[in-house]
């Protein structure tokens, strides 16, 4: 079992940032992935960023890219994304999800990103 603690969602102006952040029990390098979903209201989950952790290779969103970076500290078992240049589209309940080397997912519990004036 696999727990994961998501935290640094929050409201923010068109054009700022934000860093969320997904702590995960256990170290994050005997994992498979880590990435993170959004959620909009009435559409369906899709993927913002995901790592590889063996080698560290990544893979974002075409809507995102430029504008956020996935990373890592395995000190902290933990995996961040950074979020820069926000818009009101962005606004979702962003989660963080890990794949294990047996490929069985979990899920945190969402944080919340809006974007708004």
């Known amino acids: 079992q696999v727990q994961l603690v998501e935290s640094g969602g929050g409201l923010v102006q068109p054009g700022g940032s934000l860093r969320l952040s997904c702590a995960a029990s256990?170290?994050?390098?005997?994992?498979?992935?880590m990435g993170w979903y959004r959620q909009a209201p009435g559409k369906q989950r899709e993927l913002v960023a995901v790592?590889?952790?063996?080698?560290?290779?990544?893979n974002y969103a075409e809507s995102v890219k430029g504008r956020v970076t996935i990373s890592r500290d395995n000190a902290k078992n933990t995996v961040y994304l950074q979020m820069n240049s926000l818009k009101p589209e962005d606004t979702a309940v962003y989660y963080c999800?890990?794949?294990?080397?047996?490929?069985?997912?979990?899920w945190g519990q969402g944080t919340q990103v809006t974007v708004s004036s």
């Open positions: 999800r890990v794949v294990t080397a047996n490929r069985l997912p979990y």
């Open positions: 256990g170290n994050i390098m005997n994992f498979y992935n």
């Open positions: 790592m590889i952790m063996d080698g560290g290779s990544t």
